[in-house]
């Protein structure tokens, strides 16, 4: 592993966790000799700053670095082995680069989010040119270390970033604006955060588990004339559904732009 940031080591605690690999067998490499203190402290890894040396060394290698430093830290790496898969989660980063700075070697675009830190996440990922179905099973298995995976065609990539990528922020602002909702009915905040905090927390477990269609829980909870249409009614007059299908498209547009 190539960066031993936030999502990095969300991965890796993830992966050691659950014993998809064992901590003798995981290098990663990080420019912050802190940061390699840490990581090796904590999860009992092998730590280094040579990036050239781990791709060397590695059957998987992946990228968790931003993308502003790509080519950087791509040029540094001339020997990497014959047949070794690429992975990436950088933002932006479309498979072509990926092909480009690594040739023939078997490439791997995922998009993961947030909630992978606590084993939560979902994660789409875009298979390139030279991969094959053990490649991509070899990834799924990294990947579902950390939550659901889906496959994707790259050409939607910009789409989840958009939608799960982006949504942990979106998913935030509604919790805390359902809190201030209670608060401005007279709740104390903490227990207003509470009840808005498990209320999401558990009709997402119940949709999850129930495979309900979310038009059919929200029918079922809205009896005539009742609180929770009153409530659904300002909340469509407010914009509340157009809002967050724009803010998907917009975050999916932004995604475009940033990778061109």
Avoid: W
């Amino acid at each position: 592993m190539i960066g031993g940031g936030v999502m990095g080591e969300a991965l890796l605690s993830r992966l050691i966790a659950k014993q998809v690999y064992k901590p003798d067998a995981v290098l990663v490499s990080d420019p912050l000799p802190a940061r390699r203190e840490f990581l090796a402290h904590k999860y009992g890894v092998g730590v280094t700053d040579d990036n050239r040396a781990l791709a060397a060394a590695s059957e998987v290698l992946l990228l968790a670095i931003k993308p502003q430093v790509f080519d950087a830290v791509v040029s540094s790496l001339s020997d990497v082995r014959p047949g070794q898969l690429v992975i990436s989660i950088l933002a932006g980063v479309a498979l072509s680069q990926l092909e480009s700075a690594f040739g023939s070697q078997p490439a791997i675009r995922a998009m993961p989010n947030t909630p992978a830190t606590v084993g939560a996440g979902i994660t789409a990922i875009a298979p390139g040119t030279h991969v094959q179905p053990s490649h991509l099973q070899q990834a799924k298995e990294i990947f579902q270390a950390v939550g659901e995976v889906v496959e994707v065609s790259e050409s939607l990539m910009d789409a989840v970033t958009g939608l799960s990528g982006s949504g942990p922020g979106y998913v935030a602002i509604a919790i805390e604006a359902l809190t201030d909702g209670g608060v401005c009915a007279g709740l104390p905040r903490a227990i207003a955060y509470k009840l808005a905090l498990q209320t999401v927390l558990g009709t997402a477990q119940l949709l999850h588990e129930s495979g309900m269609h979310p038009a059919e829980l929200k029918d079922r909870v809205t009896s005539p004339g009742g609180t929770t249409i009153a409530g659904i009614a300002q909340m469509e007059r407010a914009g509340l559904r157009s809002a967050l299908i724009e803010g998907v498209v917009a975050a999916s547009k932004r995604s475009k732009e940033l990778g061109s």
